[in-house]
Every structure is written in C-alpha cells, then in structure tokens.
C-alpha cells in the first residue's frame, strides 16, 4: 500500500514534442506528490509537487495534472528540449515524513 | 542558494569495513533523512531523523546502520560492517517542515563495497 507506481521505464520524444510520464497510488493517506528530476551523478532535485485539492498545476512547460478518485497523477512536459533528458521520479508523502519514489522514467529528448 | 552537503562523493570501502557518510543539511532545517539508490534503480527511504532522534526508519535501516547529529550541524550515517549490497548511492535530505514541503538532497555519496 505505501508503494507508488511509475510508468514508462524509458521514454524518447522528439524535441518540441509532449513528454508524458504516469504514477499511480494506493495509500489514501497520501497528500502531497512531488516529482523530482534527476541528472547523472546528481541528486534528485524538486520539480513541481501538487496536493490533491487540485486537479492540475502548472509551472512553465511542467504541468502535474491528479485524479484523486483514479489515485493517480501525471507529469507532462511541453515543447520538451534536450536540455530535459533527465531521470524524473514521481513521489508521494502523507502523515509519515518520508518519501515514496516510483521507480523512475528515463527520458530522453532527441533533437 | 542554499544547499545540503555531502562528502565524500566516492568512497570505496572493503566488506566488512565500517564506512561513515557525512552530512551538512541546510541550517534552519528540522527534519533530515538518508535515502538510497542501487544503481538503476528507484530512490529508497532509509531514516528519518527530528529532534535528536530516529522519527522513522525502513527495513534496509538494519542494526549494521545508524545514524547521528554528533554537533548539531553535521549529520552522519555509519555502516558498521559493510557488505556488497551495501554499494550505492547514498542521499542525505532535509525539510523546514514536516512532510509536504520541499526536501532538498544532497548530491550524493557513491559507496562501492568491494
């Protein structure tokens, strides 16, 4: 139940093309949902998070948008660049501090 | 920009071999955590640490790990006994608040246990 499900695995788009990256939940206790983006020998830093009394946010070309009774939420990226060819990771917390990775999305621009 | 701290950035160690990960979180920051990351694969939580104790921890956080905040700025994790499957990413974390706001990580310790 604290698991969060993340799919593609991988992920190749042309540049100036929409990147759509899903996660799905099971734990109702969760109530904010961050995803985080990741360069090779970095850590991961946060990218946009949202909280379920919305159903979309926006934040230039990154877009979370979350359905509360689907349990699920996705990141999309507009007019994406190569310069976004990252490992991107959807996370959820809620009560306990910690954070729940899903397994990843190696996405890849090509331009 | 303030920023988490983590040295070293590599280190090679051999089984068996105690091994201690350090940690500089951001100054105002309460709350702090050490995550992992095997090679490929996704992010895991290890412990989660608030006022001067272990708030949380998972079951990779075995009696081989512990942690401290030996002088209320750094903040360790030790490995006592390093075995293989111990090499990894190791990513040190801290929040202002509780759970919701952003974690910033550090950039990592790559432990490879040969």
């Known amino acids: 139940q604290q698991q969060v499900k993340q799919s593609p695995q991988s992920l190749i788009v042309q540049k100036g093309g929409i990147s759509i990256i899903n996660c799905a939940y099971e734990?109702?206790?969760?109530?904010?949902f961050p995803w985080y983006q990741q360069f090779p020998g970095k850590g991961p830093a946060l990218l946009i998070a949202?909280?379920?009394?919305?159903s979309e946010k926006k934040e230039g070309r990154f877009t979370i948008s979350f359905n509360k009774s689907a349990k699920q939420f996705s990141l999309h990226i507009m007019d994406s660049q190569p310069g976004d060819s990252a490992t991107y990771f959807c996370?959820?917390?809620?009560?306990?501090?910690?954070?729940?990775f899903g397994q990843g999305t190696r996405l890849t621009i090509n331009p | 920009e303030p920023e988490v701290t983590q040295t070293p950035s590599h280190q090679v160690t051999q089984m068996g071999q105690e091994v201690i990960l350090r940690c500089v979180p951001i100054?105002?920051?309460?709350?702090f955590y050490w995550y992992r990351q095997i090679l490929g694969q996704k992010v895991e939580f290890l412990v989660s640490?608030?006022?001067?104790?272990?708030?949380?921890k998972s079951e990779i956080f075995d009696d081989q790990f512990s942690v401290e905040r030996p002088d209320g700025s750094n903040f360790t994790l030790k490995i006592r006994s390093t075995k293989l499957e111990d090499s990894a990413m190791y990513f040190c974390?801290?929040?202002?608040?509780?759970?919701?706001?952003?974690?910033?990580f550090g950039q990592g310790t790559r432990l490879t246990v040969v």
């Open positions: 640490f608030y006022n001067n104790e272990i708030s949380e």
């Open positions: 100054s105002n920051h309460l709350y």
């Open positions: 974390a801290s929040e202002g608040d509780r759970g919701g706001t952003e974690a910033f």
């Open positions: 949202i909280r379920p009394d919305v």
């Open positions: 734990n109702t206790a969760f109530d904010y």
């Open positions: 996370a959820a917390t809620g009560g306990a501090q910690k954070l729940v």
